[in-house]
């Protein structure tokens, strides 16, 4: 009876274990709704991340953005340029969204694989250096290669970091 209990409590401390990984957001200053509702996204920059997971993330976060965010009136318009070419003067008159996408790691064994990418989005409000919102998700995936390929789960990995990534600003827009 008391291995079973032993048991038990391995599994819930686990589980709690498991659930602690979620996003993590932070705020730093009051947030005031844009009269016109319309945010830009700057292209995520990125520190060794493979191209598809790369394009995937930011592709699939500005889809889902643009999707869910029509329901609240929220317009996203993506700026073609990287954040280093352009002028901070004028992004800095506007609502805008940037992030990151790096720590990308994965360790194949003969028979299993295991993932682990972070990612950061920060939202701005016009006339602050400082974001006002800021979210962070680091994801870890562990599979065995008798039930999915890489290419699968880099698929299911992408997907999750950018609708969790895109769900957290919408949610934090949507509370205003």
Not at 102 to 126: A, D, H, I, W
Request: hydrophobic share 40%; glycine share 8%; proline share 5%.
């Amino acid at each position: 009876m008391l291995m079973r209990w032993l048991i038990a409590g391995l599994i819930v401390a686990l589980l709690a274990g498991c659930a602690g990984s979620g996003p993590r957001i932070t705020k730093s200053v009051e947030f005031s709704e844009p009269a016109e509702k319309i945010l830009y996204v700057v292209p995520f920059s990125t520190i060794m991340v493979p191209l598809d997971v790369e394009e995937s993330v930011f592709d699939q976060f500005v889809d889902v953005l643009n999707a869910q965010g029509a329901g609240s009136g929220y317009k996203f318009v993506i700026l073609k340029q990287d954040l280093d070419t352009i002028d901070p003067a004028e992004l800095a008159e506007h609502y805008y969204l940037t992030g990151e996408i790096y720590g990308y790691v994965e360790e194949s064994g003969c028979c299993s694989t295991n993932m682990r990418l972070k990612s950061r989005v920060r939202l701005f409000q016009p006339g602050q250096v400082e974001p006002m919102l800021q979210l962070s998700y680091p994801r870890e995936t562990f599979f065995e290669h008798d039930y999915s390929t890489i290419g699968n789960e880099r698929r299911k990995l992408t997907a999750d970091i950018s609708a969790t990534l895109a769900e957290g600003i919408l949610r934090a827009l949507n509370a205003i």
